[in-house]
């Protein structure tokens, strides 16, 4: 029996210049700046191009973001 996988690339980076983010698409690598909004917008549609599973957070990120560390880390 064969084995077959699909591999994705993705690329985060804190500041991307235009030039790369040209670059990244070119080369089909999916990529998410994190340094502006519209940058972090972009990592729901990475999620989705990638088929990973996700909801959106509703609420204040910045009031919940220990506990929501806590369940990711299982601390």
């Known amino acids: 029996m064969k084995e077959c996988r699909n591999l994705h690339k993705l ?3 804190d500041k991307l210049s235009d030039t790369n983010k ?3 698409n ?3 690598i999916e990529w998410v700046e ?3 909004e519209v940058g972090c ?3 729901k549609g990475v ?3 990638l088929k990973i599973p996700h909801r ?4 204040n990120l910045d009031n919940r973001i220990d506990e929501i560390l806590s369940v ?4």
């Not at 959106?56 to 609420?59: A, D, K, R």
């Not at 990711?72 to 601390?75: A, C, L, Q, S």
């Open 22 to 24: 040209s670059q990244l």
């Open 56 to 59: 959106e957070f509703i609420g």
């Open 41 to 43: 917008k972009r990592f």
């Open 47 to 49: 999620l989705e191009n």
């Open 26 to 28: 070119s080369l089909k």
């Open 11 to 13: 690329y985060i980076a």
């Open 72 to 75: 990711i880390f299982n601390t």
């Open 34 to 36: 994190l340094r502006n």
